[in-house]
């Protein structure tokens, strides 16, 4: 399946001076098409994060928390059951402890309690007789929760980055820089961005009030690579702020100053953490942490990251190896049931090429995997896709993935304003969202679904495009750029440079039956070439996307072209 090329544009002034600062001229180009203007916004120094004080509410949820801990206070986490509730969970419990408080945590299991604070799971909280709940990347959809935990006499603080609805719980106090109200210059931190947030305001609350200097006061940078971890795993944008937060981590991921759950996943996962890239955490450490929540209990999770006996922490982590590789075969049959669904239902109604969105389910899916079903199904078919799993014997959870362009989120609100009551509950953002419906509402909520798309996006979104940085030179294609790349922080948002070019294809042939290897040549020169997961061959000339990357062959380092899409 081929993409129409849009090559993005930049600005030249932006690219010249950055070019002048010693950038070699294609990445000056890449970084101006992603908004960088000046030297400024390359720099990540901690010491440049925005200001706790400018999030609303934050100081006065430091408040709280510093008399919960004057007055030793029971607090009680609670967390979310993906790598980033479960890294927002370390970060609050290894924060809040060194600051003197007494904090325990609680996790629900998706499969009996559902996402975010429901009035179950605070009955559940309850039994540990907590005086306070923290919600840590959950809580700003938890209305009927927070005014079960207040009928109890347990007071609730909110930290989360979800998108609020029109109505908000009646905490305490919610810190989420995504609220109506709150200034904050960065609306894209994680759940473990914020907490982390609010234990810097909390520092110097308790600063103020004498409990330690700057001498003596805990080090929270310590706590970055859980960060860094939790931000790239949750997909958030990676804004300046975020970027700060993101190298900050790395840093000291690649000194070995890092959690020794950090640094068992790096094992099992075998990466060497010393060159570890943010695509790193995506890729490879964050899918094992979120198998725990998606087949078993975040518990495992959360105790690998938050364990500082190294033994410990990599016999979880060897666990969570174990349970990611389970969850790979799961979600590979379930991909493949899927798209032979797919292709039965082109055959029974409406061609896919004319619909705006993906509804399916079915019965013997595993509802852990149903979110990563949804991704695949969206970059395959490019279209808003929520796919179902059994929740209980009344309902269906379902998950769901968008394209640029399409808000999932509002859609789902859309939905509900159409057909009040056909979604029990939903929540997310614009890429990503969950949703609960009854069992007989499948059929409803589809065309629902289907006609809320319809009704609020341009047609041309669907049409399948990639936006690419450009062709090189051939000359251009060098270690040297690739390095300076690799020095940079990419992500959700500030994507890795991905350029094009058009190719003759020397020699291609399949490897493991499921990979294209190719040699591919430019302007006189020849470059080995690997095309992952492809299998139908390319014509002898041909536009590429593709990122130069350094491959090790034979212990050798050479430059290798990953190709990621063909040109229609």
């Not at 702020?241 to 790096?266: T, Y």
């Not at 939903?426 to 949703?435: E, I």
């Amino acid at each position: 399946m081929s993409a129409r090329f849009h090559t993005r544009a930049f600005d030249l002034g932006a690219a010249h001076r950055l070019q002048l600062l010693g950038i070699p001229a294609p990445l000056a180009r890449v970084l101006a098409a992603r908004g960088v203007r000046n030297e400024a916004e390359l720099q990540l120094s901690t010491r440049q994060i925005l200001p706790p004080e400018t999030m609303s509410h934050c100081a006065e949820a430091a408040v709280l928390l510093a008399d919960a801990i004057d007055r030793q206070r029971r607090l009680l986490v609670v967390a979310d059951y993906d790598c980033d509730g479960a890294t927002a969970c370390v970060v609050a419990l290894r924060g809040l402890r060194a600051m003197g408080a007494q904090v325990d945590y609680l996790v629900p299991n998706r499969f009996e309690y559902g996402y975010g604070l429901t009035p179950e799971l605070v009955e559940l909280a309850a039994r540990r007789k907590p005086d306070m709940l923290i919600t840590v990347d959950n809580g700003i959809a938890s209305i009927e929760g927070v005014d079960r935990a207040n009928a109890l006499g347990i007071d609730v603080l909110i930290t989360d980055h979800h998108l609020p609805a029109g109505r908000l719980p009646a905490a305490r106090a919610i810190v989420n820089p995504n609220q109506a109200d709150c200034s904050f210059a960065s609306k894209h931190l994680a759940g473990v961005g914020v907490m982390f947030y609010l234990l810097l305001q909390l520092r110097a609350e308790l600063r103020h009030r004498g409990r330690f200097d700057r001498d003596s006061q805990p080090r929270l940078d310590s706590l970055l690579d859980l960060v860094a971890l939790g931000t790239v795993a949750d997909l958030v944008r990676l804004d300046h702020n975020n970027r700060i937060l993101v190298h900050g981590g790395l840093e000291r991921i690649h000194r070995g100053a890092m959690q020794p759950g950090i640094a068992a996943l790096f094992r099992v996962a075998g990466r060497d953490p010393r060159g570890a890239h943010a695509a790193d955490l995506g890729y490879c450490l964050a899918p094992r942490v979120n198998a725990a929540g998606r087949l078993a209990d975040m518990t495992q999770g959360i105790e690998c990251l938050l364990t500082d006996d190294p033994a410990l922490a990599m016999e979880l982590a060897q666990r969570l190896d174990g349970l990611n590789r389970e969850r790979r075969q799961i979600e590979a049959e379930m991909q493949a049931t899927a798209q032979s669904d797919l292709a039965a239902a082109e055959v029974q109604g409406t061609p896919l090429a004319q619909q705006r969105t993906i509804t399916i389910y079915r019965e013997d899916w595993h509802p852990g995997v149903v979110g990563l079903i949804a991704a695949r199904l969206k970059e395959r078919h490019h279209r808003p896709t929520i796919v179902f799993a059994p929740a209980d014997a009344m309902s269906l959870r379902g998950s769901g993935r968008s394209i640029d362009g399409v808000h999932l989120r509002d859609t789902l609100d859309l939905v509900t304003k159409a057909a009040p009551g056909l979604i029990t509950r939903f929540g997310g953002h614009a890429m990503a969202a969950g949703l609960t419906i009854g069992r007989a509402a499948l059929g409803e909520f589809a065309r629902a679904f289907e006609q809320a798309a319809r009704g609020s996006t341009d047609p041309c979104l669907y049409a399948r495009t990639l936006s690419v940085d450009g062709p090189l030179e051939a000359g251009e294609i060098t270690t040297s750029l690739i390095e300076a790349i690799n020095a940079i922080v990419w992500g959700q948002g500030f994507t890795e440079p991905l350029f094009d070019n058009e190719f003759e294809v020397l020699e291609q042939r399949l490897v493991k039956g499921q990979h294209l290897q190719l040699t591919l040549a430019l302007g006189g020169r020849r470059w080995p070439g690997i095309w992952f997961r492809r299998t139908e061959t390319l014509p002898d000339r041909a536009r590429l996307a593709y990122r130069p990357v350094i491959d090790e062959f034979r212990g050798q380092h050479r430059v290798t072209l990953r190709v990621e899409q063909l040109s229609s």
